[in-house]
């Protein structure tokens, strides 16, 4: 059963680009050993998929090698265990959304000065759980295509998307709901959104540049800024406490 209780509030970041990033920056470096731990349990329930579904991505490597750059010659879904191994990471990636969801959690308490435990990462499998996943679908989706449409879409759509698991989270809402809320904001604030959603993507990938190693420190940034941008537009939400 969830309560709510009253602490002291922290101060909210100001409905600007540079402050909620800040406050994202801020928020992460508090939160960053949670952050680390679920961008570990992603890297390895991913090598158990792929150990389980028979598929060698050294396969694809030699493909690519071998295709002369005419990357269009490689039938890649005669690729022994590939049809498997693309089933089992779109299952893990919806499975993995309530994990997100935890992170943002946790940096609610963090924000709180309230103590953190090793559970609080696992909450979206307790509250919510079914629209969590189904706006993990939905949203997957939608920024999936708008992505594959030379990119530049996605960056535009990305900002109506940014709010949707803190809604999830904190006002226990459906996932038809938390779509609506969150687009609704965009829309009012949609320059400063923008602003925030791209900044908070690149941070998040910059990773890569690190010899690809890096993503693990920064990947998980984005759900910091989630939070902060939520902070910033609906209001710092009061600590969630469960009890049996």
């Known amino acids: 059963m969830e309560t709510f209780q009253e602490f002291d509030q922290p101060r909210n970041p100001q409905k600007t680009t540079g402050e909620i990033i800040s406050h994202a920056f801020e928020t992460y470096k508090g939160i960053f050993l949670y952050a680390l731990l679920a961008m570990v349990i992603y890297i390895v329930a991913s090598m158990i998929v792929q150990a389980v579904s028979g598929f060698d991505s050294k396969i694809i490597m030699e493909e690519m090698r071998d295709s002369g750059n005419d990357f269009s010659s490689i039938k890649i879904w005669e690729i022994p265990g590939v049809k498997t191994y693309y089933g089992f990471s779109g299952l893990l990636g919806v499975l993995m959304a309530p994990l997100y969801v935890g992170l943002i959690y946790i940096a609610n308490k963090f924000n709180f000065k309230q103590p953190i435990q090793f559970s609080d990462l696992f909450i ?3 509250q919510n759980f079914l ?8 949203s ?7 992505f594959a449409m030379c990119i530049l879409p996605g960056f535009f759509v ?6 949707g698991y803190p809604i999830l989270l904190f006002e226990n809402e459906s996932f038809g709901e ?3 809320k969150a687009f609704n904001v965009a829309k009012e604030n949609y320059g400063v959104m923008l602003g925030v959603s791209v900044l908070g993507l690149l941070i998040s990938i910059s990773g890569v540049l ?9 990947a998980m940034f984005f759900l910091a800024v989630m939070y902060s941008a939520y902070c910033a537009f609906l209001g710092t939400p009061r600590q969630i406490e469960f009890k049996n």
């Open 140 to 146: 997957s989706l939608i920024l999936g295509i708008a």
């Open 210 to 218: 690190l010899c690809g190693i890096g993503v693990l420190a920064t």
């Open 131 to 138: 629209n969590i996943v189904i706006y993990s679908i939905i």
């Open 158 to 163: 990305l900002p109506f998307l940014l709010l």
């Open 124 to 126: 979206g499998y307790k």
């Open 178 to 180: 938390a779509l609506n």
